[in-house]
């Protein structure tokens, strides 16, 4: 049967016609070709053989009434004006249930070395997200191995998140994490334009031989093309769909969001789109919101796509333009400091500057009396802290503070645990925490008695 399988799909990917264009001019970095208007649309590919035997492919990404415009996968050395140029069918991507344990590229070819085989169904890359009539609503809390999320910032079956963080403050050990505890039946991992030497460091310490296990990782390196870059997180999510429509639950994972818009935005200004927000262009915001709706709960009957994206953010700017428009549509947001790294707890995790949005509806009413407690203690030094430090606050002039001060060391500690004993296990910790410790008694001094 697979066999079977493997003869149809190759004979499905057989074009029954054959178009052919010349190459009329090279502007820039967009090549146009002549003699395809009549057959070409936005996003087909184009084939280039050059003189010297080689193959080049690009893009179409703008059409005139005479010419298609089209940008390279690669280096446009080796093209020449009147070159062929050959027309193929949009490029999707065909996932398929062996792709588990597997590293890909967005193109669907395999890193690893290994046979890859394709699935039986083509799928779009820029597929519609769900009719919002039909989709299921979010589902129960999830296991996700660390306390933090367990109590404070839960995530339930469905959620998407954001995850928002400058470089070197734990993002990537974090993704691990989820990796290989949260609950669910399948994981999609996308990095996009990450380093290509940390790639083999991700799968083998990060992830690790039990969360690839488990996991499909689809990967395109920063030195790959804006076009390669840009497909590898919609790749991702076409392979989250295919199993979702399975009715699995998918966790996907996005390394990063930002690396996504950049790409976009070097293929968008190649196209001729202005830039607008600050550089990026206007449909950095269709781009980046069409993504993250496509996952969540699926329609009624299928699984589900639960989704964290991460953003960087320089110098911690919560207001730039990507990061901004991801959080407006997105379920909650995670915020990792770099003080917090500095100070070596990790994760890095700003408990009051983060938002899950499935509270208070995933928790029973003494879990979110312990939350509601939590988080107000944690205001309390947050706001005193400076004159703590600073030997400037006299115990007693506020209990809630006195409290805060008292329950501090352990709260702050709880949000680095892990949660060996699930979410039960967690929230009794919790309580656990929030109770402040006796001071130790100073030891009382007695006069020893005069000797005789």
Known sequence: MDVLDDLLMHVQGLEPMRCFGRISRIDGQLVAVRGLNDMACIGDWLEFRTRSGGRVGAEILRLTADEAFALPDGPQSGLAIDDRAELRRARGIAPDDSWIGRVIDPYGQPLDGRPLRLGAQMRALESPAPDPARRGRLGARLETGMAVFNTLLPVVKGQRIGLFAGSGVGKTMLLGQFARHMQAD???????????????????DVLGESGLARAVVIAATSDQPALTRRRCAPAAMGVAEHFRDQGKHVLLLTDSITRLAEAHREVALAAGEDASLRGYPPSTAQRIMGLAERAGPGPDGLGAITAIFTVLVAGSDMEEPVADILR??????????RAIAERGRFPAIDVLRSVGRSLPHCARPEENARISEARRLLGAYDRAEMMVQAGLYERGSDPLVDRAIAVWPALDAF??????AGIKGAFAKLAQCLEPTPAPQAAIKRPKPARR
Do not use: T
């Open 186 to 204: 399948i994981v999609v991992i996308a990095l996009v334009g990450e380093r290509g030497r940390e790639l083999r460091e991700f799968i083998e």
């Open 328 to 337: 407006g549509v997105l379920d909650g947001h995670v915020v990792m400091d």
């Open 415 to 420: 949000v680095g645990e892990a949660a060996p």
